[in-house]
């Protein structure tokens, strides 16, 4: 008789166990599967990091290169502008030949003066085409560094699933004392009763 109370503690505990190892596999495959998905989302923000920094570099890359063609077209500007100068200063020295040395000193700080007039605003320009640059390319800096910012969240790490715990255990146990419960009270003999005449 007692044998089927045993019998009841085994299987509830069978069933038990293999319920909390079943629920372990579970937790385990569910670990497995979230840490892939954060080794994946790793390696997205690390190609989309790479990419933007791509982006910026050749952004500047163009900026730096924008800026060198304006400034050669200055130098074309005052290269141009220094020889009609000169031009317009030796046909009035011809003008002065054979007269004092002071009118050609006259000639020559006309020269130099009107230069200087016309080079002038060449040069503001050039000094404003670089504090354009340098802004330009700041904002780049901080715009990619925001963008690299919103890409680099914080990924979670997934908790490791720890074994069977206490938990489990007293699963085990108590599905096995309820199964040697249900057995026991298979296991006793029930008497019928019966009617009594009166």
Known sequence: MCSIGLAGLALGAASAGASAIGAQQQRQMQ????????EMQRRYQAQAAAA??????RQMTGERMQQAQQLEAIGRQ???RRLTKQAEAATELTKFRGVSGMSVL??????LADLGAELEPLQRQRGLIAAGKTLALEDIGLASQQRLISIDQPIAEPTRPRGLGIQDVLSVATGGLQGYQLGSSLSKPTVPKTKTTG
């Open 31 to 38: 670990y497995k599967a979230a840490k892939q998905q954060a």
């Open 52 to 57: 933007e920094r791509t982006r910026a570099l």
């Open 78 to 80: 005052e290269r141009e």
């Open 106 to 111: 006259q000639v020559q700080n006309d020269y």
